[in-house]
């Protein structure tokens, strides 16, 4: 996988730090550079690539508009922080492209993929206000509903030169995965897969997008990609309690960042399954069934599927330092006993306000079994919840320092598509401005006055998303949009928080800018 800037614009939050992977989404533009001419978007062409022994390997190109950028980069620096800098023509066109492989399965319609930027496409009716672990609905047991943007822009390359349009059926937060569908009547031509056997010491095959430049070409404003093929060897199958693959640990010494996603197949061109991580020297693979599955989940739903969230932090027992129980309560002759037996996750932190909360789990207790199965490393017990599945009630039987014996606890799992990291320390809640906004269904970014000047506007907050069935929808305001002010009073970066009086209003005008022209707006609220 690799991106492409197709367009400019960039952002630099004022009172948080934007994580350093983001910038290769965007170029940045002086501000001082008010007027220039128009640069022509880059081009995406791809070229016949290596694949013809694995028909069902596909590149996939998304393109995302600046508004999607600009919200995925919104979710990683927080509520805080303001728009520097943004190049006003990218914010409704082109301004990036993914492009990755894809699987095509045997019904040579729905495609299963690593997009990378498939959250932009896809947004909860009910905005997370604080880390997405820590949501009050993500915590609750209740069905998720979704409020779906335009159509993802989503190409799909066939291996013998096809184009073809696809739309996002949804996201598989468990694995990652994005699941795909051909528009129209058209198909895939696919080999009929069965399913592959592998065994560590064989070789594979990688297929990922690759950079390539065709011979006589000098233009630059063409981005030339092929259909690489990487050789690799397995070095390690890890099953589930049945025998069945959950991953596939290969070695190669071409692995990069760019086989990420890439479709891996064996030596006869079967699927045996997606990258999902490197290291080093060595690649993680999720195997060809928990592909299947994850297609399984998003298809039966017909939309995105969270991870089932139980909102803890821990560690295995088995690479647990004794000083971890200790510090917990535990007594030297427990952890004794604990360290010797290997079985278990010790939890460190409990998240407020998540099932594992609501359940009274606490830091110290150990989590011996997930209804009647021992939890032995976190990779089991990550995938025994998502088994039980979101919304689901599981059996814990768990051990504390101050208990005579086991006993156990019913928890009723939530949802989030935040990643699952047992390791992973507890999230800083950032405080939640402009609270009003978001219930009128509303997701913004403060603007800087010198980048309200490049839009129309005299100041403001620019309109990420609107929620499909909000008062702002009925309103007719629309994504990439400037709010300048709410019942005359002027929004600025900073917090607001709406008063008493405000939230009893039934009524209230906006002044929005749209292509540099000023308009008002009446929007009405039923609460």
Known sequence: MFSVCVGVFAQEPAATTVPQAAPQTATTEATSQRRRVPTPPARVTVIRGDSQDAPQVVTIIHRLSGVKMLRLLRRQAGEGGVIETIDPKTLMSDAHASIIAGWAMDDGKTIAARLPQAAAEIETTEFERFFPEVNARAATAGAFTFARRPEPDLTVITADGRKLRARLIGLDAQTGLSILQLTGLVTISTRKESPATISAGEGIQIFAPELATPEREATTRITYVKLGKLNATVAEVVRNENGAPQKLKVRSGKLSPGVIGGVACDQVGATIGIVESIE?????????????????????????VPRP????????????AQAAFLARGWRDDQVKDLLDGQVG?????????????????????VIMRVNQTEVKNAEQFSRLLGEAGTGERVEFTVKRPDAAAPFSVPVTLGGSFAPFEMNSEMPRIPPAPFMGLQTFGLQTW???????????????????????DGAASKAGIREGDVIESIDGRALRGGAWIPSPAFRQQKKHTLTIVRNREKKQVVLETND
């Not at 969230?309 to 647990?320: D, R």
């Not at 010790?346 to 207790?365: F, N, V, Y």
């Open 309 to 320: 969230l139980l909102g803890v932090s821990g560690e295995p027992v088995e690479l647990a």
């Open 280 to 304: 080093d020297n060595k690649a993680t693979i999720a195997s060809a069934d928990v592909i299947r599955a994850a297609t399984r989940r998003v298809l039966d739903r017909q939309g995105s």
């Open 345 to 365: 996750i010790l939890l460190t932190s409990i998240m407020p306000q998540t099932p594992a909360a609501l359940a009274k789990l606490r830091p110290g207790d």
């Open 446 to 468: 403060a603007l800087t006055p010198q980048v309200a000047l490049q839009m129309g506007a005299q100041n403001g907050l620019l309109v990420l998303m609107v929620q499909t």
